[in-house]
């Protein structure tokens, strides 16, 4: 029997955004493999589960929320808090075992109430949950400023335990292709998922619900408590995902994680469950993940792309999904009216075509406009900084040196102690200047020791109190959540008066005359480092 | 007399402003107890500075945001892509005035910008308008997805979210600039007695409040917000309502962009607006405009956006560490949700009428 290609679609037109996501991942591993040699080994295959075991854990607990027609924006927050406290703990003496049953517990009520909220007090979700990530990346400072070190023996061990992969690995000699420890825990927690979402009354509920809330509330399904559950489900897979990332990099800190968010809600999208919520696979979104860490992989790859661009593309591709998914929609509504009218159909149509031109066209305009500024910004620099960025991603705000550091007021010593570290260049430069003029540089290489003149660093002084330094106006924006903005400690003696105030530039937060004060010591350093 | 059926009693009640305006004086009266010398204002040749302009100063970029931010949640929509494009405003702003900080190859007029505070590569009017013009086509985008793609708000923009953040970092290659022409910095350092980014939000403010009260966009707003089918049948072109929307969403983040940038005198694509967007959106939810759209009050929204700022500014002062900031926000904001749940206001009601009786 003949059978065309769209009668074909619109008969299965349930897998039809899992088929798109399966030809993506094999076009996008595919071009990866093509280009990069380095790609074509199994052993790269196996790391991109390696890698990501918690984006996978973190993704399945999202599916059930986003299918019951929800979302979760917690889930970095809870990772990073898990990882904080499974440090914290581990370093107070706990055992590696009762420290993993702790945190998941605490994952898993931490969601509950979140859910509760959501549903007792119809809160909406994003409301909800943004305030749950909130108190809980807040959490983690309460706990510890700086990364907490893991060094327990349980989770070295598990972290360093190799599974060999059957005929790829040879298990004399322990090398070839391997899987760790992690990766097992999430597969089994992608087939439990499986197992729940499609097998159990629960799953069928939560589906029913993001269907619609109110038929299966007319239906007699119990969906308060299904609602709960679900943000329960995803609290739990976080904190797991929390416990694998700790074991993975070995320390917990509270900046682990950031806008973990939505890598995690662009792979289910990606995997074929639409916000809308009603529809989707668990294992779509095992999928869905695999496509965004082949993408963060051939970037990592290529090398010269900067990472950036990994945002533009998970971009780009989820609002191609969102567009095919919508497009199967309106098929969808499209087939239940063919009986109809011919005059609705062919409203239909016209409709159909019109949106699914509108989502193309926004696709197009998107890339065109990206590589259109890519070029022009590289007429305009004369190629690229690249080196800089790149080590500016990679760099950390260090402790400043300064810290706690307090000026005696004696003569002969310092009157002001200017710290700066690290910017996108990783700079630690400590200028310590007198009174009499002397101004010490320390980049911490090297110590420079250079002259201005005694009325200059009386005349910054000045400038200095005048803005009002010593008043209540001037207090500490230490935050520790930017990756590549600077960070100041300003300490400055005057008659008599110490007072060391600290501040980030990237935030807004500073009060109004502290960046005027830095600016003002910035040129008394400055010159003597140009000098 | 009962105090429900006193027509000033359930004005007062009914305001929209009585929440936020009640829960800004809460902080402040702690700062009162907690906080020495936080309501001194101090003049410093004719401007005033102080705690209290402290939050107004910090605070004007959310409360631009806020605007905007209205007029999306009221359409029932939700717009969380303004921290990006406050980025990408940015970048634009600081690449248009100097390019060459990018370049490997330094020009020969490095050394002007960065001891020359007039010089600039484009006039700032230049510079604010193509800005401003790209921030709007970036709402404009999130609204033609949503009202014509149909795609859900959350996910559109989702999308400039995420992808907003990598197109801001391309425009300045990665590189955070330094923006040293003076007259730019005024948006956001300036003084006239009082901060002139101050003036900026009573600006927008206006042009809002315009907008919505004076021509009958207010109306058709909370009318899509209530039922946007409804809408539709009774003449109200939704789809151009949602777009406008979204729209001015884009161009207030794009003012809010600048007036950042040019407050911290960088074009930092990776951390400016970080986390604005969620401030926004609970200072609208402070304001009493119901996430899922309908009924709003601008003025409610400023003050919401103001409350945040208070309770981080009150934070910072008390000498609690910033990094705690975050999670103390979420407690506020989970006080509100609760004071604003519909529980509890039910129970609240049955007290007061008890009480009045």
Redesign the interface.
Known sequence: MPTSIGGLLSRNKRFVPLAVTIVMLLLAYGFGAYHYAAMREPQVFFNLFRNYPFLLISAVGMTFVIISGG?DLSVSGVVALTTVVVAALLRAGWDAWAVIGFVLAMGTLYGALMGS?IT?????P???T??????A???C??IS?DAIPIRDRTFRILARTKILIPGLADPDTKTGAFVSFLVVAAIVVLLVAIYVAHYTRFGRTVYALGGNERSAQLMGLPVQRTKVLVYTISGFCSALAGVTLSISVMSGH?LYASNFE?DV??SV?MGGAP??GGTGYVFGTLLGVLVNIVIQSIIQFNGQL?S?????V???L??MF??VQ?YMLTRKGRAKQRTAARADRSILMRRRR??VV??AA?AA??LV??RG??RW?RQ???????A??VQ??ACQDPPLRTLGLTVPTSDGAPVIVFERNG??RCVGEVFTVFADGRVVADDGKEVREERSTPAEVAQVLAEID?L?WF???L???????????YGYAVTVASQGRVKQVKGV?????????Y??AVKAIHGLVRKEKER | MSPAGNPRHRKLTESRLLFPVLALALILVFDFFYVPGFFTITNRDGNLYGNLIDILRNGSAVMLLAIGMTFVIATGGVDLSVGAVMAIAASVAAVMMNPVILGTSIGTDIEKFVTDPSFTYSPLWEVILVTLAVSTLCGLWNGLLIAYGRIQAIMATLILMIAGRGIAQLITNGVRIQIFYEPFAYIGNGWLVLPFSLYIVAAVFALAWVLTRRTAIGLFIESVGINATSSYFSGINEKRIKVLAYAFSGFCAGVAGLVASSNIRTSDANNLGWGYELDAILAVAIGGTLTTGGRFSLAASLVGALVMQATTTSILAIGVPAFAVQAIKGFVVVLVLLLYSEQLRALLRKLTSQWGA
Request: charged share 20%.
């Open positions: 979302i909220f007792y007090l119809k809160v909406q994003f409301i909800a943004l305030a749950g990530m909130w108190i990346r807040g959490m400072f309460f400023d509270g939505m809600i662009a999208v916000l809308s900067s950036w661009w990994t945002k533009i998970i971009g780009a989820t609002l969102i567009g919508s019109k949106q509108t989502i926004a305009v998107l406009a990206v500024v890519n910004v305009a620099t004369g190629g690229g900084v690249e800089v960025a500016g991603e910017g996108p005048g009002g008043s209540d106006e207090y500490d924006t230490w935050h520790t959540r930017c990756r590549e903005c530039d990237g935030g807004t937060d500073a009060p109004a005359r960046w005027d």
